[in-house]
Nanobody
Framework: QVQRVESGGGLVQAGGSLRLACAAS????????RGWFRQAPGKEREFVAG????????YYADSVKGRFTISRDNAKNTVSLQMNSLKPEDTAVYYCAAARAATLNYWDAEDNYDYWGQGTQVTVSS
């Protein structure tokens, strides 16, 4: 059974930083594209960032460009999201995801992802 566990969420003041990590067990995701999504209260889940299996292709939502950095460690079967200059509007539950493909044409399409984590809460206070 595949398990994906996010960690690193919490409460931070605006302008602060957090680093999220997603670890997987039960399957190796080294050849899979990985992504991060988030869902704020009362809103639909939205794409945040994606990374190809090689780590060469990286894609960000416009709202986080220049502030967030996605990375991966295939040897450890993990993907991370470094979040800097956090804003109150970044408050959401953050989910990691994996797609059975080396890369994607449409990173922001949830249907392209096959495995999802349970989410970790990020709260940014003003």
């Amino acid at each position: 059974q595949v398990q994906r566990v996010e960690s690193g969420g919490g409460l931070v003041q605006a302008g602060g930083s957090l680093r999220l990590a997603c670890a997987a067990s039960g399957r190796t995701f080294g050849s899979y594209a990985r992504g991060w999504f988030r869902q704020a209260p009362g809103k639909e889940r939205e794409f945040v960032a994606g990374i190809s299996w090689s780590g060469i292709i990286i894609y960000y939502a416009d709202s986080v460009k220049g502030r967030f950095t996605i990375s991966r460690d295939n040897a450890k079967n993990t993907v991370s999201l470094q979040m800097n200059s956090l804003k109150p509007e970044d408050t959401a539950v953050y989910y990691c995801a994996a797609a059975r493909a080396a890369t994607l044409n449409y990173w922001d399409a949830e249907d392209n992802y096959d495995y999802w984590g349970q989410g970790t809460q990020v709260t940014v206070s003003s």
